[in-house]
Structures are given as structure tokens and as C-alpha cells.
């Protein structure tokens, strides 16, 4: 069985061609580089960008496979979250797709996606464990029990990790993507030459984030900084990669041992930053947890991860998604069904 997936919940459009006793075909992705100079994504030009791309993209993949649409037997879309204009451009497309193929057609939590891209390594987790989803908009500890089962134990009550890293770089003057450009910067940095809070780490066992605070702290520490000095500013986006790490890992542990759950799977874009997987996975050991984590195309936003938890949904419950309703939820939560 073949089984298409599409992503387009924020600015990456993307086509993956996934079948169960192979694996992942083919994952391609577009990344809009147009919002750059916006300094952020632009949810209108998001949708347009999506529209534009999504059919060659989909005629790529197929070229790539040596298949033709008619092979497809179901496809799987984002539904949530996301920006709602970009997820509309996926879903109608999948929708549209599947009516004209008499094919089931399957929404997938873009959060869940991530939570198991880890099952198309090599190196994979036994259920439970619990997840470290690190993006843009999530922050989150999830008690994974199996496959559709999701227990939110900690969540950003404010700004997620990956908001305040692109806040923090649009100061230091960086372009989008900031918070992978601030890392880039970090390697030129002294360690420990400024340290900033480790926010909500003092009591034990509160497992919710909050980065607004460490956003506000830096943001004034930066007014009183030279930044014409190269120098200066490395210094502050390497403290502020120790802390965000830092106060990641600590939030972690405390839901590992809470639980007495020995493996960690960290997940989405921020889970590829090099230092924060090598601060994990030194401390982990030490406790005797194991990590994992997926390889840095798997980490971002892609469409593999939709297509393999479609595939397992579809499999689960073959019968539900034939032509059903189509489901769009900007703010869809891992605890929710679709």
C-alpha cells in the first residue's frame, strides 16, 4: 500500500511517499525563502507560496518513485496546528486529491508527526517514553503510552523555545531563521562569560515552560550592549543557548524520573541543534536514560512524518477515513482526536 503525506502547516511545503513495507520513498521539501527579508513567516505569502508549489512538488515525488497518482491508495495531510491559511492550502489539495482517486484521505496531528518521526531512524524507542517536542510554537513534555495515547505533562505557558531564540536574534541583528542563525553565532562565544536564568527550574516538578521572562531579561541585557561588537554578541547567544538547553534538560529529567520513564525522544526543529543533543545525551547517561532523536531532515518540518502517522492511523482504523470531513484545527492539541 502506498500512502502520500503533505505538510504545509507553516512555511514549508512538503510531499512524502512512505509504504509500509519499504519505508519512506521519497521526502521532498521547499522551503519558502521569501520571508526572510520579513523577518518572519507571513502567513498570506505562506498559503501563495503553498498553492504555487504543492502540485510540482507532488508530480516530483511521483517522477522520483516511478509511479503514477493512480498508484496512490490514500493520503495523509497536517491538519493541526499550524497557520490556518497554510494548513487550508493542504488540506483542500489532499481532499481534492483523494475525491478524484476514490482514496481515503487522513488527517494527522503535526505534533504527532514529530513525536514519531524517531520511528523512521533505525535506532527507535520502545513505547512508553517520554517526548521533548522543541519548536517554534511548542514546548512541551509528552507522556507517550503507545501510539494515539498522549499525556501533555508540561507545555509553554507563554512563548515557546523557538519564539524567543527568533525574537533574540532579530535583536542581535540576524536574519531569519533566527533561532538557527543564533546558534550559528553561539560557536563564537565564551561559555559561562554571561549567564542568564534557567526560568521555572526552582520548584521541583513544575514541568510547564516559560521563556517570556528569559526573553524580557536578555532583551534589556542587550539595550546596554555594544553591538558593533562581533565578540559581544557571540557571548550573548551562547548563554543564551546554555540556558534555554539547560532549562530544557532540567524540565526532562524531572518528568524521566517522575515517571520512571528511561528513555527521552526529542523532537522538531530545535531538536537538531548539535550542543543541546550532546548536553543530553552526556547528562542522560549519567542516569542511565537513553536519547533519540531523528536525523536533521526528519527534525524540521517534513512530510515523511505525516505520511508514516497516516499510515499507521489508517491501518488502525482502515474504515473511518474514506472521503470523510475536512479537518483543520490552527491550535489542535497532541490530547485531542481527529
Known amino acids: 500500500m502506498i500512502i502520500m503525506g503533505i505538510e504545509t502547516s507553516c512555511d514549508d511545503t512538503a510531499v512524502a511517499i512512505y509504504t509500509k513495507s519499504i519505508g519512506i520513498l521519497c521526502n521532498n521539501i521547499y522551503t519558502q525563502k521569501i520571508h526572510s527579508k520579513y523577518g518572519g513567516v507571513v502567513p498570506e505569502l505562506a498559503a501563495r507560496n503553498h498553492l504555487k508549489k ?3 512538488l507532488i508530480k516530483k515525488s511521483l517522477i522520483k518513485i516511478k509511479k503514477k497518482l493512480n498508484d496512490i491508495n490514500a493520503i ?13 492550502i493542504g488540506a483542500i489539495i489532499s481532499h481534492t486529491l483523494a475525491f478524484s482517486l476514490n482514496i481515503p484521505v487522513i488527517p494527522v496531528n503535526h505534533m504527532e508527526g514529530h513525536l514519531f518521526s524517531i520511528m523512521l531512524q533505525k535506532k527507535k524507542p520502545i513505547l512508553p517514553f517520554i517526548g521533548l517536542l522543541i519548536s517554534g510554537g511548542h514546548t512541551q513534555l509528552i507522556y507517550t ?18 519564539e524567543t531564540l527568533d525574537k533574540i536574534s532579530k535583536l542581535l541583528g540576524l536574519d531569519y531563521p533566527g533561532g538557527k542563525n543564533l546558534f550559528k553565532l553561539s560557536k563564537y562565544g565564551t561559555k559561562k562569560k554571561f549567564f542568564f536564568p534557567r526560568p521555572m527550574t526552582l520548584k521541583k516538578n ?10 524580557t531579561f536578555v532583551t534589556n541585557f542587550i539595550k546596554k550592549q555594544n553591538l558593533n561588537n562581533f565578540k559581544i554578541k557571540a557571548d550573548i547567544a551562547c548563554g543564551l543557548e546554555d ?3 539547560e532549562t530544557l534538560y532540567i ?17 522538531g ?3 537538531s541543534n548539535q550542543k543541546l543533543r550532546k548536553f543530553f545525551y552526556k547528562n542522560l547517561k549519567k542516569n542511565n536514560i537513553k536519547l533519540f532523536y531523528s536525523n536533521k531532515k526528519l527534525c524540521t ?14 491501518f488502525s482504523k482502515k474504515n473511518k477515513y474514506v472521503l470523510n470531513d475536512i479537518s483543520i484545527n490552527s491550535k489542535l492539541s497532541l490530547e485531542d482526536k481527529i
Open 269 to 271: 526543529g530545535v531538536s
Open 54 to 56: 504543492i502540485i510540482p
Open 301 to 314: 518540518d517534513n512530510a515523511a512524518m505525516i505520511a508514516y502517522v497516516g499510515a499507521k492511523k489508517f
Open 243 to 245: 540556558a534555554v538547553i
Open 206 to 215: 513544575n514541568l510547564n515552560f516559560s521563556f517570556s521572562g528569559l526573553k
Open 145 to 162: 503510552y503507545k501510539f494515539g495515547k498522549y499525556k501533555i505533562l508540561g507545555t509553554n505557558i507563554d512563548d515557546a523555545v523557538g
Open 251 to 267: 524540565k526532562s529529567l524531572w518528568a524521566l524520573k517522575k515517571y520512571n520513564i528511561n528513555q527521552l525522544v526529542i523532537a
Open 76 to 88: 495523509a495531510y497536517t491538519s493541526g496546528p499550524g497557520q490556518i491559511n497554510s494548513l487550508i
